[in-house]
């Protein structure tokens, strides 16, 4: 005999032996879960694996048991009706037939059941009177009985939960609706029943007219109303008022601001001059060094015209450049002192709330007539004339140096070797920039000064200007065969400050440097075979341009690095590795010197301490100081034999 079809347990698993059915388990619930969002989402799953069932063979049927899983879910959703399932489940638990359940889930879950609740009790109704589920002891053999068709119902097949849940939802509506329709009667009744508050009841021979006491609660209402609009007409004109102000102490605001951006501009303006002033001082002292060294390659041609004039155009750019060096300061600190002042207005109308904008503004025209005090003065310290000066002088000294640059170029005061290279930046090398300076012995090492005397068995090595044991003027180092090494024209309290000189042993130059403040400031020169090979612009430190120097026929050819070629580059390469190594030589040189003069210091300081000359008079002992002071000399005329015996064997 072939097995009837059994539609909870091919579409929803529920086997034979779980049964009868509760709404838990139609659900695919465990027993009594109580989450609602559990419980609905069960409900959509389950509704979902009949949904495609709703067209076909067993259409009817699966729409019949989608209503069941509809009611449980109902009904597990309500808290009124899940607690009265619940406990009509509970107690109808029968026990088992080896004792009873160990707990209600154990009871829920078991297959021995008592006939089962309905699947939706209504919440009135007590466990006791719960009728059976319709479908609580269903099997495959017995399937429930015939319902009416979906269509009968008004239930589609894909909207038959929508249109259910719908007609619950307008139930519920309408009863909240009575409900609050009964509460409204019952007030009102009890508002028509209760006594009034003063305990009199209207007289209804009154009429239409009304009792002192009403009379007197108008009088009140009145008088309060008019005070009401009174406060509001103030309110209102209060507000009107302080928008006034407000339009007008930012209109104030926005006129001081102006005031303030116009005198910043003046500042600026001043401080543009200034720059332009220093600018134009810095180019006229560049070309008064040109002209000054075209005034000495004039002389050593022998051209003494050309040379004076040079000399003279020098000198006036010199003056011209010290005085628009000095306007650009004075414009500028002027100009600064205005901007300080400027900026401290605007931050202070800036900052200002509305009441005290009036205030603010007072004081901020304060600062800016300050400001424009300062920004006369700038205008009076002449920037602009004295640039416009020193541009003048400029171009004289420009001019006067590529007079004798010409004159050489002619060849007829040409001298033999004489270098002279002009760079695309207007800066020019000569041959008198690299020679030993005229009666430099006398210049540079006055007989008396405090000197240090170096020597190496028994021969000079090295004499240095000192002040407290730190170089300060000119210092010069002499090779064993007492050619001439390095001389540095100047030193300031430890720190290079001038020009440096290095020779080879044979007397060739090998490196030229200008140095300020102990930084390479101006022209540098690597020689090769005492010719310039490589050349540097610095500025304060900074190198700004470079060079390499290619020669051909005795005539320099100087090439920027952004121009060279493949070669040239591995040339200049070379170049920078021999700098590099040269001025590494001299700084390790320069180092040992210093700790040198400054043990030597020590030493001589400390006898004086140790009281050798404490018996003394103060200049004694000053005068003594100073001998001592002079290292390897027993007087000046000894120390200055021994230098110039040196220097004659070095051909200068």
């Excluded at 300080?340 to 025209?365: F, L, M, N, T, Y």
């Excluded at 001439?484 to 130059?509: E, F, M, P």
């Excluded at 001025?583 to 300081?605: C, F, G, M, V």
Aim: contains cysteine; charged residues 30%; neutral net charge.
């Amino acid at each position: 005999m072939a097995t009837k079809f059994d539609p909870y347990a091919a579409w929803l698993g529920i086997q034979q032996a779980q049964r009868p059915l509760t709404n838990y388990q139609l659900l695919g619930l465990v027993p009594f879960e109580s989450k609602g969002n559990v419980i609905e989402g069960s409900a959509q799953q389950q509704h979902a694996k009949l949904a495609p069932l709703f067209k076909g063979e067993h259409a009817l049927l699966a729409k019949r048991i989608a209503f069941e899983i509809e009611s449980a879910r109902t009904c597990l959703l309500n808290p009124a009706t899940k607690t009265s399932y619940d406990a009509g489940l509970r107690s109808r638990a029968r026990p088992m037939p080896d004792g009873q359940p160990t707990s209600p889930t154990e009871a829920a879950t078991s297959q021995h059941y008592a006939p089962l609740p309905p699947m939706c009790p209504t919440p009135s109704a007590p466990p006791s009177v719960v009728a059976v589920n319709s479908h609580a002891e269903r099997s495959s053999e017995d399937l429930p009985p015939p319902l009416p068709s979906v269509d009968d119902l008004g239930i589609s097949d894909t909207h038959a939960m929508t249109g259910l849940r719908r007609r619950n939802a307008r139930r519920q509506m309408w009863f909240t609706l009575g409900t609050v329709g009964v509460s409204a009667l019952i007030v009102t009744v009890v508002l028509m029943v209760l006594p009034r508050p003063d305990g009199k009841e209207k007289d209804p021979s009154a009429g239409g007219e009304s009792s002192e006491p009403e009379q007197v609660s108008i009088e009140k209402k009145k008088k309060a109303a008019a005070e009401k609009k009174a406060a509001a007409e103030k309110k209102a004109a209060a507000e009107k008022k302080a928008a006034e102000e407000k339009k007008a102490a930012e209109e104030l605001r926005t006129v001081v601001e102006n005031e303030a951006g116009d005198a910043e501009t003046l500042a600026e303006d001043e401080i543009h001059v200034a720059q332009a002033a220093t600018k134009d001082a810095k180019l006229a002292k560049r070309a008064a060094t040109r002209a000054e060294i075209a005034g000495d390659t004039a002389k050593e041609a022998g051209d003494a015209k050309a040379s004076e004039a040079a000399k003279q155009a020098a000198v006036k750019a010199n003056d011209a450049a010290d005085a628009a060096a000095n306007a650009g300061t004075d414009a500028r600190k002027s100009a600064e002192r205005a901007e300080e002042d400027i900026k401290e207005a605007k931050g202070i109308i800036a900052s200002a709330k509305i009441p005290d904008v009036a205030q603010a503004a007072k004081k901020a025209r304060q600062l800016l007539t300050s400001a424009a005090k300062a920004i006369e003065e700038a205008k009076r310290a002449g920037a602009g004339e004295a640039s416009e000066t020193a541009k003048q002088a400029t171009n004289e000294a420009a001019a006067a140096a590529e007079k004798v640059v010409n004159e050489k170029k002619d060849g007829d005061r040409d001298i033999p070797g004489l270098v002279h290279i002009t760079l695309p930046s207007g800066n020019v090398l000569t041959e008198s920039m690299f020679n030993v300076p005229e009666d430099w012995q006398e210049k540079l090492f006055p007989e008396g000064a405090n000197v240090f005397v170096a020597k190496d068995r028994g021969s000079v090595t090295g004499v240095f200007n000192l002040q407290k044991a730190k170089l300060h003027g000119a210092a010069a180092t002499l090779y064993e065969n007492g050619h001439l090494q390095t001389l540095a024209v100047g030193y300031s309290h430890g720190n290079r400050n001038g020009c440096l000189r290095i020779w080879d042993k044979d007397g060739k130059r090998s490196f030229y440097a200008e140095y300020r403040n102990g930084g390479k400031h101006g022209v540098l020169c690597l020689f090769q075979n005492g010719m310039p090979w490589l050349i540097e612009e610095n500025d304060k430190g900074t190198c700004q341009q470079e060079y390499l120097v290619k020669w051909t026929q005795d005539s320099p050819h100087v090439r920027p690095t952004d121009q060279l070629t493949g070669d040239e580059s591995k040339e200049i390469s070379r170049a920078r590795e021999q700098l590099a190594a040269l001025e590494e030589t001299l700084y390790q040189n320069e180092k040992r010197l210093k700790q040198k003069l400054a043990e030597w210091y020590r030493k001589a300081d400390q006898e004086i301490k140790n009281g050798r000359f404490a018996g003394g008079a103060a200049d004694r002992r000053a005068a003594e100081s100073d001998r001592v002071r002079i290292h390897n000399a027993q007087n000046a005329a000894t120390m200055n034999s021994l230098w110039r015996n040196a220097l004659q064997r070095s051909g200068f």
